[in-house]
């Protein structure tokens, strides 16, 4: 197990830096992080991953702009007009949802999408996060940008 750990441990980490920030520009918020905030929905404190990926289910429609079903780059021209940079980060999401490979997202698609913030942030992968393992995956991200930076 922990052999497991360390081995996927660079994996995760990788995939938290790739994938966040896409999740982070589409769902509203700078820090990837903030696709948790609203996610407690029972309020006990944790967020489990069903609540993570419902939250996330639940901001299809607000990303859908163009009301076609599907979550595409035709939903977020505005925003490539302004901040073309963003649009590796439209595209990393799209891929790391699109499982049929046709370029957009569904609202079935987005169900099933992998969540790679949740699985690193879920230290012990007991399907919770809580407020220190929330802590500590934000930590972790603060200083994957400060080496980036640096």
């Known amino acids: 197990m922990m052999k497991t750990l360390r081995r996927t441990a660079p994996i995760a980490a990788l995939a938290l830096a790739i994938a966040a920030p896409a999740s982070a520009q589409l769902f509203g918020g700078g820090d990837p992080m903030d696709a948790f905030e609203g996610a407690d929905t029972n309020h006990d404190g944790v967020v489990t991953r069903a609540e993570f990926v419902a939250a996330r289910a639940a901001r299809f429609d607000k990303m859908d702009r163009n009301g076609d079903g599907f979550i595409s780059r035709d939903d977020f021209k505005r925003v490539l007009r302004f901040r073309p940079q963003a649009g590796q980060k439209v595209d990393a999401f799209i891929a790391q949802a699109d499982s049929n490979g046709d370029h957009k997202v569904s609202r079935a698609e987005m169900a099933a999408a992998p969540t790679p913030i949740f699985s690193v ?8 996060v809580d407020q220190t393992e929330l802590a500590a995956a934000k930590d972790r991200l603060q200083s994957l940008k400060q080496q980036r930076k640096g």
Do not use: L, P, Q
């Open 121 to 128: 942030a879920d230290a012990n992968r007991d399907g919770v």
